[in-house]
């Protein structure tokens, strides 16, 4: 590949890494009408399975650049899951999900190849579209990058030698070795556990499972140890270890390995015949940076955050980066909007970063306890699900969910509860549109914003038309309408009778809602959407999900137990848990716990 002399020519912007983050940004940016090239020091898509749990938010992601079928026949959908203390039941999880009404099920597992070919699949087609094929350059390792005030240039070692590329934008896909990062002299910062899981993928011969999480805490099969599982599609089960503290890398070995994965099979009465596939060792990490914007360099991915995988949020979050991401580099990179909305893209991000370590790291107090008063309580809670089923919801595995930016410097935000909140992802409700059945995604823009009117909550008069940044978008009861609500189930829902106007981003995210359609109104709201005019926001701490008043005396209490104690600080745990149910004020526990400590 030669040298490329124009940042606004075939590379206005160049993304590093052939993953998936990579490949969906750059079929995203394709549909905008721009022209990525995608830089991969491999020869082709890897061929591991790594991560394979994709939220409904993903799946909707994958819809819209154009992946969606691919991926909607391939994997394989779930909602359910079951934990076992030994061989006990002990919580069972139940995911909303009607599939009469839901476009997709919360969760789809498939082996992160399937999703890297069907992203590079979309991406070219998009480019083909947009009259650049060739999107992807493999066997194209990254040396350097330097930045001026107007272009990146990034040094590549390519199978014709040593290059120069120029883009006018660069973004770092490239995983949690990130060469882009290191040659930033970036550094992730937050917290490594200790705990390793030895994961494997087994193909086994004609036995069909339930779809479904399976987790087993100090099974008959590994005393002491936890165990997932989850089936993915060609008969390929993934099979995670919980390893102890001594164990090495030497476990990988096959005469090591082998036992670990027959003593679970045996346990479960599988007595088919089985092949390992696929083999690693994974240690969990909640480690982010503090910006995602460095100039005209954007980090996405693993590149930007690595989130431990309980709850499923390592791909799925970088796909979300990718997504928020695309409209708003495409727009920046045509002129159409200041670089400002470059650094909502950071503050979006970051912001769902925090609120995915929080989780994960809730999750990690049960698989991967970070102290012995961490896994005493862990215990204490399995030895009670059983018999309270309170206890059981501690148990809850906190799955990837998607993010509400109301603390965006690019939302009007405001405090009213009703209706959908500024910042969340519109619900992607069925609907009937041109005299069919669809859901609210399919109508709205494919590149641009949607503003949604609801007409029957609006003065009778014109309607305002489409223009080059939104397109217009009626709903009402009427057969005359674009979405036709009948039964008013979506006014009710987006509360229309206190806003009859709705601003959607390209992202699907909602920008705005106010309560009149006047032209005044809708210019500003859609000034501070693309960041001319980006509201001041103090920061502040994340929103936690899931933050239950058991959940912060659970923590309070476990950070102050001892490492030592034996059956005696086991029993102690129980009383500490059962006291915490039946405790009227959470703040209050926290208190005492913290002048108990001294």
Same mark, same amino acid.
């Given at each position: ?10 590379? *206005? ?5 052939? +993953? ?19 830089? %991969? ?131 770092? #896909? ?44 100090? /099974? ?19 099979? *995670? ?31 088919? +015949? ?9 240690? #969990? ?57 470059? %650094?909502?893209?950071? #503050? ?9 370590? #929080? ?9 991967? /306890? ?42 009007? @935000? ?15 409700? /069925? ?10 995604? %399919? ?43 009948? %039964? ?7 509360? @229309? ?40 926001? +103090? ?22 137990? /001892? ?36």
């Amino acid at each position: 590949m030669s040298d490329i002399p124009n940042p606004v020519g075939e590379a *206005d912007i160049l993304i590093v890494g052939a +993953g998936p983050v990579g490949l969906a940004l750059a079929a995203d940016l394709s549909r905008h009408g721009r022209r990525p090239i995608v830089l %991969d020091g491999k020869g082709q898509i890897g061929w591991s399975s790594r991560a394979i749990c994709l939220s409904r938010r993903s799946q909707e992601i994958f819809d819209r650049i154009g992946a969606g079928p691919a991926f909607a026949a391939k994997g394989l959908p779930w909602s359910r899951g079951k934990t076992f203390y030994r061989d006990a039941l002990a919580f069972e999880l139940q995911m909303p999900f009607s599939p009469d009404d839901d476009r997709h099920a919360p969760f789809i597992n498939l082996q992160q190849y399937y999703s890297e070919q069907f992203l590079l699949d979309a991406a070219e087609r998009a480019a083909k579209d947009a009259g650049h094929p060739g999107i992807v350059r493999w066997n194209h390792d990254v040396r350097s990058v330097e930045q001026t005030a107007d272009h990146v240039l990034v040094e590549v070692d390519t199978p014709d030698g040593k290059k120069r590329l120029k883009a006018g934008w660069l973004v770092a #896909a490239d995983g949690a070795r990130s060469a882009v990062r290191q040659a930033l002299g970036l550094k992730l910062g937050g917290d490594s556990y200790e705990g390793r899981y030895l994961i494997a993928d087994i193909e086994v011969d004609g036995i069909e499972r339930p779809v479904e999480r399976h987790v087993w805490f100090d /099974p008959p099969s590994h005393p002491g140890s936890t165990v997932i599982l989850h089936v993915q599609p060609d008969r390929i089960w993934r099979i *995670d270890i919980q390893l102890r503290d001594d164990d090495g890398d030497e476990m990988l070995e096959e005469d090591r390995l082998l036992p670990l994965l027959q003593a679970q099979l045996d346990m479960m009465g599988v007595t088919a +015949g089985w092949r390992l596939v696929w083999k690693s060792i994974y240690r #969990a990490h909640a480690l982010t940076l503090d910006s995602y914007v460095h100039g005209r360099v954007m980090l996405a991915g693993d590149a930007a955050h690595l989130v431990p995988i309980f709850g499923v949020r390592g791909l799925n979050s970088g796909i979300d980066d990718a997504h928020n991401l695309g409209w708003k580099l495409a727009l920046v990179a045509a002129g159409k909007a200041p670089p400002a909305l470059l %650094d909502s893209y950071s #503050a979006e991000r970051l912001r769902a970063t925090r609120e995915n370590l #929080a989780a994960a790291t809730k999750s990690t107090w049960f698989m991967s /306890p970070p102290t012995p008063g961490f896994e005493r309580m862990r215990d204490a809670v399995l030895a009670l699900a059983g018999t309270h089923r309170w206890a059981g919801e501690l148990l809850n595995p906190r799955q990837s969910t998607a993010h509400v930016y109301d603390g965006s410097p690019v939302i009007v @935000a405001d405090d009213d509860p009703n209706g959908v909140r500024p910042g969340s992802v519109v619900p992607n409700m /069925p609907v009937r549109l041109d005299g069919g059945a669809a859901h609210l995604h %399919d109508a709205l823009a494919a590149t641009r914003f949607t503003l949604l009117l609801f007409a029957d909550y609006l003065p009778a008069g014109p309607i305002l038309p489409s223009t080059d940044a939104f397109d217009v978008v009626t709903v009402a009861g009427g057969e005359d309408a674009g979405i036709v609500d009948a %039964d008013g189930a979506l006014a009710r829902v987006f509360a @229309a009778d206190r806003y009859p106007v709705h601003l959607v981003r390209p992202d699907e995210h909602l920008a705005a809602r106010l309560a009149s359609a006047d032209p005044t109104m809708v210019a500003a709201a859609l000034e501070v959407a693309v960041g001319r005019t980006p509201r001041a926001t +103090g920061g502040g701490a994340p929103v936690v999900r899931n933050d239950t008043p058991l959940e912060r005396m659970y923590e309070a209490i476990a950070a102050s137990l /001892p490492d030592d104690g034996g059956a005696a600080a086991d029993s102690l745990a129980r009383l500490c848990l059962l006291l915490c149910n039946e405790a009227g004020s959470a703040d209050r526990v926290v208190e005492l716990v913290a002048e108990a400590k001294g």
